[in-house]
Structures are given as C-alpha cells and as structure tokens.
C-alpha cells in the first residue's frame, strides 16, 4: 500500500489507535508509525518542524518518501503541505526540494547518468525520461536548443510501465550502446535498437525517480539545482525563462 494511501487511512482512525500513541510516546517515532498502521515503515530523519510541538518526519516505504508532522508526545500526525503565511511559503515543498537534493548527491557517488551538455553550460537540469513518452521525446527534440542557449541535460531512466517491460529493456538498449547519446537519439525517434545487455543502473534510477515523487507527476520530470521538480516539458525558450526567474527569486531570498 502507497505511503499516501496509509496515511490517509489514519485520518479515520479510531480513538484508541491515539491511546496505544501515547502509550508509546517519546522518540520511538518508527513505532508510534508501526502501531497506527502496522507497516513497518522507515523513519529516514527527524528534526524539529516550524509549528512548535511538532517533528517534521521523513518516511520511507520502499523507494518511496513522504513527510509528515508529528507532536512531540505522539498523539497528534498530519499529512500535508505546512504553509508559513505571510512569506507565503509552502515549507513542506521545500523539505521536498531539499530531500530530493540529497537523494540526487547520494545517487551520483555511484552513479552515471546520461548527458547532453553545451560547451559553455550556464544551467543545468536533469530529466527523469522514458524512451515512449511523446512529450518525452518532444523535449529530446529540442536539447540541441536547451545546449544552445547554455543548458546542460542529464537525463535519467523512468520507464513508465514499471521495471521488466519494454520501456525497460529500452532503456537498457540506450544505456549499454557504445554510443549512450546517438542511441538516444535514435530511440526517441522510433528507431529500433539492437538488443543490448550490460551492468546497468536503471532499475536504481527507477527506483530514484520513485523516491522523488517522479511516479505522481508523470514523466518528463525536470529536477533544478534548488530540488523542485517541474513535470512536463518546456521549449527551450521557456525554459530558459524559467531558469532565470528561479535564479532571480533565490537570489531575492538571499538579499
């Protein structure tokens, strides 16, 4: 059962579930989480929320994350964005956006991804992308114009379908070419690549994509530096406009 899916099942918990809470209560959050909803969900991190009394909460099932907010003595959970009201800021976003930074420095110790980038790079942006995918192919299309106006493309495998199906196989076709770039290229437009098999980390960018929520937005998913994921695509205009009006509000928080 999805992570969502599980917390919104506690909503309607009955009283004595909050009992058996607080009977628990204290730091053991990964077992006031296993005794509202008998999974045995993984606490990644804890640390104080901006509502005093509370703990922002990331939890895993499987590859998937979710942050929730739990008072310190255990007896009340909310599941949803934690909105600070006069910055107009969307606070549990931007635990997203921070969770998602992590989890991709993490990934690229071990791991390569699959680059289109200009000779002068001024930005960069890294797309979850499934070779069957229209306007997957549609943003491929354009990333000669993404490199031309200075925007590096990482791009990263989320077959759509799920591991073990063609989209998959696809990928690993791509990803085990002598050429990764050509025979992207070549898959995104319809072409038929030679079966391929080698070690590959496509189930692990799969599985990354999941854990960032790339399964709730569809692909194309495009990651930015600050963690915030944009889905669909953009033409290269478009996202240039969207890379400097980022860089001008980050720049207005700093100030």
Not at 46 to 52: E, G, L, R, T
Not at 129 to 146: A, F, M, N, P, W
Not at 204 to 210: E, P, S, V, W
């Amino acid at each position: 059962m999805p992570i969502s899916v599980i917390f919104k099942t506690m909503v309607t918990t009955s009283l004595m579930v909050f009992t058996t809470i607080n009977q628990a209560a204290g730091n053991d959050y990964q077992q006031i989480l296993k005794n509202m909803t008998g999974q045995n969900l993984t606490v990644k991190s804890v640390k104080d929320a901006a509502v005093s009394g509370f703990k922002e909460v990331v939890v895993s099932g499987g590859s998937t994350h979710q942050i929730i907010y739990l008072s310190n003595d255990g007896e009340y959970l909310f599941d949803g964005n934690l909105i600070r009201t006069q910055a107009k800021e969307n606070l549990t976003e931007l635990a997203e956006n921070s969770m998602r930074m992590e989890m991709l420095d993490e990934f690229k110790k071990a791991h390569k991804s699959i680059d289109f980038f200009p000779a002068a790079m001024t930005d960069h942006i890294t797309v979850f992308t499934d070779i069957d995918c229209g306007y997957c192919r549609k943003l491929h299309e354009d990333v000669s114009q993404y490199n031309d106006l200075g925007i590096g493309v990482s791009y990263l495998f989320f077959p759509r379908t799920g591991l073990n199906t063609a989209s998959h196989t696809k990928a690993i076709n791509v990803w085990c070419a002598d050429d990764q770039q050509t025979a992207m290229t070549q898959a995104k437009s319809g072409q038929s690549l030679s079966p391929m098999m080698c070690p590959n980390p496509i189930e692990t960018q799969f599985n990354l994509g999941l854990g960032m929520g790339v399964h709730k937005v569809g692909t194309p998913a495009v990651l930015f530096a600050d963690g915030s994921l944009l889905p669909g695509y953009l033409p290269a205009q478009a996202m240039k406009s969207h890379l400097e009006e980022k860089s001008k509000h980050s720049q207005s928080n700093r100030d």
